[in-house]
């Protein structure tokens, strides 16, 4: 693995008693004395914000002394986050609450969550722990990127908690890198971008929790499904795009996102604002002032993506997909929303699908469905979302711009340089030695097997078979055997020697799309 060390530290329990909605109190009246915009005294602010965290708790039950667990467990972890934002400071102070029921499947003392930022020493500080609403905190390290909070007693294998969190982050300047990958929480000149910012429960699965080491090398994260209701209190000039559905008044920012991988925000003042609204979905564009005028094209391909992949795989799952302009030199995926790095605009005309901005919009936005909609280890399986993402990419110039598709497939795919030997498709983040190599073998032989595939199997049964696959993993963490199982529902096409051609391991294929070779799955 190619790690990054962050930084240890250990925070033993503490008998202040204080609670979460008195912290948030304080912090919002320190933060200034009235809101401009909105004429309401910060108090009055504050104490709806303190509230509505209180009001979003569960009932609880004791379960032993001293450990109280929620009366009902929710459907998925549901996170309640009140922020401060200082945008001219970078730094974002943050109350979260998160209801979870014990995901391990066994009686467990502790829990862990990732803390990707913690990969650069110093920028995020977590001050408080503890059981939401209790006086006493908790006994937590952070090491590297994961956070383990030490229980003060037993939580059952059925029970569920809430957990509340103060921490502050220093938004970091964005790392420069070459290629795909880097922190996806980031500040530039033009705006500061939270991607995976929060302190974020890790997913639980049969080999324990998921909490990847970072590395500047494609998506070194781990989000499982959950809700969010999140506020942000911030200056007056900001604008603050998040996901999911928008409240705002004054400096208030409230933003609700049902069943999400991820809750994404970015913050600028000088973003303009543009909207379309087209077959029921609510498009919106997050602009700097130079690149406005291409406003309409961006929401024009959003639209149109939505439109293609709703058909080919199945409906957009929000109200609103936002798409934001960041100081990063790339696209990146979140739920609900996409940002698009600045960079992306250069040399741009205003006309024309033969450019970098086009084809990232159209790959972003394939991500609600390869990523949000259809989750997988983006550390372990990345080909899972990223080469189906470049599929789909493949499949929107096909339907818009079909004199342009041979464009794209030679500009995009075929101009491999790698070495052939580093190319297998089926590898982690953490096995390809830089994102050059990354890129090559997921993004470009990735979509390489997939057209093979599809030109084995037929067009026909191969869309059949991904809109069935689609369908089957809706909302699970997917694996490669459940591609190849839905493939074999609707082909009978040997794909056995594709599969060595492509991947490093040993793929024991269904026998219908393998020739009832020796191993196959029946």
Known sequence: MHTRAGSTSVHAASHRPVVLSLLFTLVLLAACSRSESSGKPLDATAAVLADEMSATAGVVRMAAPGMPVLDVAPERPQYTMNITLDYAGNNVHAQEKVEFQNPTGAPTREIKFNVALNHRAGVIKVSDARIFGQPASLAFVISNTVLTVQLPGELGRDDAIALSFDFVIQIPVQESISGIGGDDSSHSAGSLTGGHWYIMLAPYFSDGWDTPSYVPVGDPYADGLADYQVSFLAPENIVIAGAGDEEHEGRLWRFTLKQARVFAFS???????????????TFVTY?????EKFSDDILITAARAVKLYSRIYGPYPYKTLRIVETGRAQGQEYSGMVGLGTS??????GSGSRHDLIATTAHEVAHEWWFQQVGN?????????????????MRFYEEYYPNDADWWYKYYIT?????????DIDLSIYDYPDARTYIEAVYRRGLMFLRDVRGKAGATDFDA????????????????????DALARHTSADI????????????????????NADGCRK
């Open 377 to 393: 280890r983006q550390t372990q399986t990345p080909w899972l979302d990223e080469t189906f993402a470049r599929l789909s990419e």
């Open 496 to 515: 056995s020697a594709l599969v060595k051609k492509y991947f490093a391991v040993d793929v024991a294929l269904p026998c219908g799309i393998s020739s």
């Open 287 to 291: 602009s700097y002032p130079q690149h």
């Open 267 to 281: 913050a600028s003042d000088q973003y303009h604002v543009n909207t379309l609204n087209q077959d029921g979905v």
């Open 344 to 349: 992306l605009y250069a040399g741009y005309r």
């Open 465 to 484: 078979a991904m809109q069935d696959y689609y369908n089957a993993e809706l909302y699970k963490v997917t694996t490669s055997d459940a591609f190849f």
């Open 415 to 423: 101009t491999t340089r790698a070495p052939r030997s580093m190319l």
